[in-house]
């Protein structure tokens, strides 16, 4: 199972289709109080607007979301908020909102149309959209005298930069600092090697639990 998507930023793109217009919303969600708010305020922001469909993910991974649904908006059934959220999942992302706001152009675009100009709505969002990965990571704490500190910051912060490590802030103790480095789980080994090597066996990598982070990809 692959790691699902986010948006890093909310993202709006148009598409004209016969002379109707598609105004695609993408935001970032975490809860359906956030949805109910954004639908609104498209409605007040495009009360000309024939419809507002949407669709929505929002759970851990796309192929186990939490809540999943859609709308058509007064559309005909199956034709806008489900080839809508389909591109969603398609995407593998979660969290996300997709708003299509369309103003119609007096030209019919039949079933098989709304659901190739929904789906293209969407779609070129994504194409337009920064999105980050979701990660779960490994919190890595090394314990190091304080007499150590400035080379054991030093290291760590070398390492990270060539492996993606985060380096959070040090904490210190009357005795000792800890360093603490956010880690992909494959590469805590190779943390405590280049660690061994550098304290020359004086300080080990303890795993202090995991963390979900959100990464460019």
């Known amino acids: 199972m692959s ?3 986010v948006l890093a930023a909310d993202v709006e793109t148009e598409l004209v289709e016969k002379r109707s217009r598609f105004l695609t919303r993408l935001h970032r969600v ?11 305020a498209a409605r007040r922001e495009h ?105 054991a910051e030093n290291a760590v912060r070398i390492w990270a930069a060539a492996h993606g490590g985060q380096v959070e802030p040090t904490t210190y103790s009357s005795r000792a600092a800890t360093l603490t480095v956010l880690v992909d789980p494959e590469q805590v080994e190779d943390l405590a090697a280049d660690t061994a090597r550098w304290s020359s066996g004086r300080v080990a990598v303890h795993e202090a639990g995991r963390r979900i982070a959100d990464r460019p990809l």
């Open 30 to 40: 975490s809860a359906v109080d956030e949805v109910d708010a954004l639908v609104r």
């Open 47 to 151: 009360p000309d607007a024939r419809h507002h469909c949407t669709a929505l993910v929002i759970g851990e991974t796309a192929e186990h979301a939490e809540v999943n649904r859609s709308s058509d908006d007064g559309e005909p059934s199956g034709t806008a908020g489900m080839p809508m959220l389909q591109s969603l999942l398609h995407a593998g992302l979660v969290d996300t909102l997709a708003i299509v706001i369309r103003y119609f152009g007096g030209v019919k675009l039949g079933a098989g149309g709304l659901v190739r100009a929904y789906t293209a709505g969407v779609e070129q969002a994504l194409a337009a959209a920064t999105v980050l990965r979701r990660t779960e990571l490994v919190v890595a704490e090394l314990e190091v005298s304080l007499a150590e500190i400035g080379i």
């Open 3 to 5: 790691a699902p998507l």
